[in-house]
């Protein structure tokens, strides 16, 4: 498959929706707080129930994929915490740089650069990824967030039961293990495809919007080394992944990489801001995450395109 292709039927519809957003957040004043609640609690939870309740991808392999997601995340932190500490980051800096290194934009960006790039199942793996890491942003995220603030609480971690697509999850596995799915044409899971397939360009929409209104501030020369840990490392760590659980479905195996080599995660910059304490002198850990969101994300284009075509060509297929 030649990288124009791969660009033109993956690449280039996130670019093109994400592009309208940014467009639409420079000429009109857009709140994006509505949007992403009706995205959360409602057009989310209804993409993950179906994603999982529908998915060939059998239990077994769902599981690794969880445990995947985590052993990966840790690692990356333990990677950037280190490069940090060796560049000499100090706070707030240090903890938004494991930040924007560790989480990937798991759903905005990866669940429909998934489904573009490999179908129904590129979704569902997308889907479950991005649930782990919700898990996982609002344990160790959020201690972090706090920790860039001067903090160590983590009075936050009950977010983590406050958000819907969790027990979307739950719901879609005891639903299959019980053999309760409704039938996938009936009315029940039709409404439920169709609210959730409205997330798709919605969430897209979104990242342009927030994209548009960032703060860079002078942070955009520092972030560097972010880009390259999220980029470059991100992906070969989660080959190495991989190839160490045996996920035994190809797809699946492939689209973990491209989701562990998503941009960094717009969810970093709300817990700095909601727990990264006062602003301090120079660059603010808000800033930093803004730079690091904008430049992985258009960076993005050209390695993601690259990734998408090595993974489908099969040249590192002896490793999935």
Do not use: W
């Amino acid at each position: 498959m030649s990288l124009l292709s791969v660009f033109a039927t993956a690449i280039l519809p996130i670019v093109t929706i994400a592009a309208v957003g940014f467009v639409l957040g420079r000429v009109r004043e857009i709140d994006v707080g509505p949007l992403n609640t009706v995205t959360v609690y409602v057009l989310v939870p209804a993409l993950v129930f179906h994603s999982l309740t529908t998915t060939t991808v059998g239990g077994a392999t769902l599981a690794k994929v969880f445990v995947g997601v985590v052993v990966f995340i840790l690692v990356m932190v333990g990677l950037a915490e280190g490069v940090g500490r060796v560049l000499g980051e100090s706070e707030p800096i240090q903890s938004a740089f494991v930040l924007v290194s560790a989480f990937s934009n798991s759903g905005n960006y990866g669940i429909p650069l998934s489904e573009f790039a490999f179908g129904a199942t590129g979704r569902a793996t997308a889907v479950l990824y991005l649930v782990a890491q919700s898990v996982v942003i609002y344990t160790v995220g959020v201690y972090l967030a706090s920790r860039a603030g001067g903090a160590r609480g983590l009075g936050a971690l009950t977010k983590v039961f406050r958000l819907p697509l969790v027990y979307a999850v739950v719901l879609a596995l005891v639903v299959r293990a019980l053999g309760l799915v409704p039938p996938a044409d009936g009315a029940t899971m039709t409404t439920i495809q169709l609210v959730g397939d409205a997330s798709i360009p919605l969430m897209l929409i979104l990242v342009g919007v927030q994209l548009a209104s960032a703060n860079y501030g002078a942070a955009l020369s520092r972030v560097g080394p972010a880009n390259v840990l999220k980029l470059l490392v991100a992906p070969a760590v989660g080959l190495a992944i991989v190839s160490m659980l045996d996920f035994g479905n190809t797809t699946v195996a492939r689209v973990f990489v491209l989701e562990c080599a998503a941009p960094a995660a717009i969810t970093s910059l709300i817990l700095l801001i909601e727990l990264g304490g006062e602003p301090p002198a120079g660059v603010s850990g808000p800033e930093y995450v803004s730079a690091a969101v904008l430049t992985t994300t258009l960076l993005s284009v050209p390695v993601l395109t690259l990734l998408i075509t090595l993974l489908k060509s099969g040249l590192v297929g002896s490793l999935l």
